[in-house]
């Protein structure tokens, strides 16, 4: 297991020791405003508990793995009071599924399949009390989501395709990190790793996690975590937990696909060249048995590692 790695430094030098090493870091000490000593409970249900605010869409999942591949959650929504008042406790009297259903709520935008989210526009009440931190002028931000969750729930294993700036305001969590070279050891459907328990994996059904290489850290309030782009992510929360994170374009804009709102779409390049991998595979289909599929797919998967990947 690697620790990632803890600094202090100011965003200059950030940006000129660290930043081009793509590694992740614990960011401490950087200036956030007051949000971490003001954000209680009380205080979000008193900004934000107006009759008139928009009631929030929340995962409500009974188990601690929320898992987005066989779907275990269900998105139900609440007036932004109740979300607050369930997501501060162990065991519900009111719930969805189950007393011990945890709560995760990931900001959308103002029009969620559009729009991506932007904290400082849609929640003026808490916008003055964080100071977002800015490492890249403005047209680099693509958008800055508010994270509340329940204690002992963890968010899937997963990466993003922009830069990212995690920001913890209340409550401790703990990350784990895999580098983008292990996305062969995770077991991927799509954006997603399949391995669900990344503590006590089942080895007998995937073997090669165990040689995914685990970047590990913990999160207190006034922390900031920089994860780069295509790092994959998992996230254990111990308490009730409030983030706001920033994800930044660090690619020149053809690299991103503008119908994007969650900032989680392959490049536009990527998107062609999968569509043309699934008219592949439907020529290798047509074979006439398994043992010349299995031989066709060996050259093809041949070519792809003769002209891309990387040695390790
Ligand atoms: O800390 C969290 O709630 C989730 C972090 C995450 O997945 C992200 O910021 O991209
Ligand atoms: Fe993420």
């Not at 995962?59 to 929320?66: A, E, F, L, Q």
């Not at 275990?72 to 501060?88: C, G, S, V």
């Not at 059904?205 to 790092?231: H, M, N, Q, T």
Request: aromatic letters at 14%; charged letters at 25%.
């Amino acid at each position: 297991m690697n620790k990632v790695q803890v600094t202090e430094c100011s965003k200059e030098n950030f940006l000129s020791c660290f930043y081009a090493s793509r590694e992740p870091y614990v960011l401490k000490g950087l200036d956030i405003g007051p949000a971490p000593d003001l954000w209680t409970g009380e205080y979000l249900m008193d900004k934000l508990g107006q009759d008139d605010k928009e009631p929030v869409r929340v995962h409500v999942c009974p188990h601690r793995h929320m898992d987005f591949i066989n779907k275990n959650f269900l998105y139900r929504t609440l007036p932004f009071k109740d979300f607050i008042k369930r997501a501060q406790l162990n065991r519900q009297t009111e719930f969805f599924i189950s007393s011990d259903e945890r709560y995760y709520l990931r900001a959308l935008g103002g029009d969620p399949r559009k729009e991506p989210a932007d904290f400082i526009r849609q929640y003026p009440e808490l916008a003055g009390d964080l100071k977002l931190p800015m490492f890249f002028g403005p047209e680099k931000v693509f958008s800055s989501v508010l994270r509340i969750s329940s204690p002992d729930a963890q968010l899937w294993t997963h990466y993003d395709v922009m830069d990212n700036f995690l920001v913890q305001i209340k409550g401790k969590k703990r990350v784990v990190l895999f580098h983008p070279r292990d996305a062969l050891n995770l077991y991927l459907v799509g954006d997603k790793s399949s391995v669900l328990d990344i503590d006590a994996p089942d080895l007998t059904k995937y073997p090669l996690f165990d040689k995914a290489e685990r970047y590990e850290c913990y999160l207190y309030p006034g922390d900031v975590l920089f994860i780069p782009s295509l790092w994959f992510h998992n996230v254990l929360m111990y308490d009730f937990s409030v983030a706001v994170n920033v994800f930044w374009k660090h690619l020149e804009a053809q690299f991103y696909d503008a119908k994007d709102p969650y900032g989680n779409k392959d490049p536009p390049q990527v998107q062609r060249a999968l569509q043309t991998l699934d008219r592949a595979m439907k020529h290798l289909e047509e074979l006439p048995n398994d043992f010349y599929k299995d031989f066709y797919a060996k050259c093809m998967i041949n070519r792809l590692q003769s002209k891309f990947i990387l040695q390790q």
